[in-house]
């Protein structure tokens, strides 16, 4: 018994750690380059010039979403992006910072006066807000943000809600295998 007590203390257990860490920098990755272990400043001079900037171009995710914000915000859209990672919500801030949307962010760090008096500003129907980012720590029971209408698929339930006027569009962001 001791023996496998060792095995799972010793060598195995640097095996599963790396293992986490490498499914935990991929899924990084997968998210925004930005959030990876990796140098962004490195890759940066190996990269051709190009007229969007990195934070846009070496994300596949965000460079879509550059092409459809501008479009739903000349439609009148109210947009509620949810995020499991705040590192995500921080690249979209300096994302939508630089796009100049005005924005909302709840996350797990909002005080509870706070996380009330976001979700009024954004529901307001004059709200100048575009866009509510949310994360998961913070999109529990008492968000109801019913004032956005276009939604990706883990704020749908978020948006689906008592007070609800408009017909909610859900976007999907995946992947398709390049093979």
């Known amino acids: 018994m001791t023996r496998v007590e060792d095995n799972l203390g010793g060598i195995g257990a640097v095996k599963v750690r790396s293992v986490h860490n ?3 920098e991929l899924r990084n990755i997968c ?3 930005y959030l990876s272990q990796l ?4 890759i940066e ?3 051709p010039r190009h007229y969007l900037p990195s934070i846009v171009r070496l994300c596949g995710k965000l460079e879509m979403l550059d092409r459809l914000l501008p479009k739903l915000k000349a439609t009148g859209h109210r947009v509620l992006l949810f995020s499991t990672m705040t590192r995500l919500l921080d690249v979209m801030e300096d994302y939508l910072v630089w796009k100049k949307y005005q924005y909302l962010r709840l996350d797990g760090h909002t005080s509870g006066h706070e996380r009330g008096a976001l979700i009024d500003r954004f529901n307001d129907p004059d709200s100048p807000a575009f866009i ?3 994360s998961i720590r913070a999109g529990g029971v008492g ?3 019913q004032a956005a ?3 990706d698929l883990q704020a749908q339930a978020r948006a689906h809600r008592i007070g609800q006027k408009k017909e909610v569009l859900v976007l999907r962001l995946e992947t398709v295998s390049a093979h």
């Not at 140098?39 to 490195?42: A, D, M, R, T």
């Open 22 to 24: 490498s499914v935990m």
């Open 31 to 33: 998210n925004h380059p």
């Open 39 to 42: 140098h962004v400043e490195e």
């Open 45 to 47: 001079g190996h990269l």
């Open 132 to 134: 509510f980012l949310l």
């Open 143 to 145: 968000v109801n943000l």
């Open 149 to 151: 209408d276009t939604v």
